[in-house]
């Protein structure tokens, strides 16, 4: 019999707690979360009012180590492949055109020595790791903010940083070709014909790699991802 | 006539309105924005949902009792309309004024019963018979402390009517009210809401909680929606049904919660009487009172009792058949019974 009547009060006083619940929340519908990011002091002070992002016309602020959509400023690219080589699955495909003499140097400075006749990275196989970046000697291949990048056709999520025009390439590669040949004719007399093809990539080759050294310089704490990368 | 010019239009219009209102106040409570999109602040959302239904097919499973299906959802929404036909509209305007105007008002609606058996058993289907099932168990239950409440009312006014009930409550009263039952406190000129039936006899405060409770089981609402239960029984009696015939059911489902919301507003809160009691030469409740006031204040009772409906429905969760039981003949049952003695002991000691 006292169960009963416990079981009573029980039931009226939980009832009440709940209505008082749902009443506060609806009495507080009246306000709305600001989107802030977790990072902001004021974040856990938020506790009331509609919690609901309604996305396209809002987002929440997304935080500066951010990965997200690659972009390469192809201007400060020395297109040297670092970042196609580290890639753990192989999204970036680079075709450079080399070129006889230095052809511009990028904002912090770097001798560019190849044209980037292909820089596509295809973002629907982009892990993102991240690694490119951290290879990058010039720094211009960066992860920016841009999370929302669907495409209807997945083909689509290749993106292409190359400017140059069939016709620049062609040309690029002509006036190299005309270089090369020019230089075998120079170096022909003193030479047989039989090491010319051989040497051709070994005399050119190695030295944008030994040459084109980043001006700027990387700090002390990530100057052993490259070694390692290099033992690989 | 009253019920077919008033009610009935205010019906459909307060359908549309109700689940968009309903929709929002989920929202809120659980800190969503609800509809926003179509029109100013989602409001046209029912409206478009409303011609998405009607335009939809009116599906017909092959393995039917054809015409029960067919019948279910007109006997469920005609029993409930007519129950909307004894309900007052304003002071000195009634649908029909029948003498056993509460009596029809319960005995016709408990008759939407059998149209969800119907529709429940013409489905074929073991969700649509289980739901039907259980409706009937419960409609039939929580009939009793349903038809109890309103006795103890029905008792202290003496009558039937529910006109007669409303003007009972007022300045408009012929004969003596008393404020908390005691016969120094005469609040008949006085009026407001000192002499609202729930402030004539407190004892009706238990009676008007079982009462509420009832009929949110009559109503098949969250948490007695049992029947329904979309989780469980993917909307029980009414699962085969689409198109206009679901709209139906949905109809009445919105007609069963409006009426029992005027009834409580008619039978425990004073009806079309004003809330303003006259206070010396502020003769607020003579100023308040009237046919038009009184559509005002009906209706605005009637639409408090529906909010704190949707607020119930999205506070608590579902019962279980055996606490629903439990809960019917255990507990509201024997409380309701109570509550009519003791009404009945106050209203001999009184006079």
Redesign the interface.
Known sequence: MKA?FQ??AL?IST?LE??K???K??F??REKRTPIGVEDENYFDQDK????L?YPFESLPVPDNARYKLHNEIDDCIVCDKCAKICPVNCIDIEPVRSAEVIGSTSDGTAKRLYAAKFDIDMAKCCFCGLCTTVCPTECLTMTKAYDFSEFDVKDHNYSFAEMSLVEIAQKQQEFNDFQAAKLAAAKPPKSDQPSGAEKPKVVKPKPQVKVKPAFKPKPMIRKKPTDDGDK | MITFLIYLPFLLLFVVVAVYAERK?S???????GP?EVGPMGLFQTIADLLKMLQKEDIRPFAIDKFLFLVAPLIVFASIFTGFSVLPFTQGVAGSEITTGVFFLLGVISLDVLGILMAGWGSNNKFSVLGAMRAVAQIVSYEIPLGLSVLAVVMLCGTLDLQEISSYQGVANQTDSFFLGIPALDVGNIGGFLSWNIFQMPILVVAFVVFFISSLAEANRVPFDLPESESELIGGYHTEYSGFRWGLFMLSEYGMMLLVSFLAAILFFGSWQSPLPNIGFLELANWTNGPVWGVFWLFSKAMFFILLQM??R???PRLRVDQLMTLSW??LTPISILVLFIVGIWKLALI
């Open positions: 009963y079981n009573i039931a009832s709940g209505l619940l749902t009443f929340y609806l507080e519908a009012g509609i919690a609901t309604q | 106040i929202a809120f409570v659980q800190t969503r924005v926003i607020m119930v999205w506070t608590y255990k507990y």
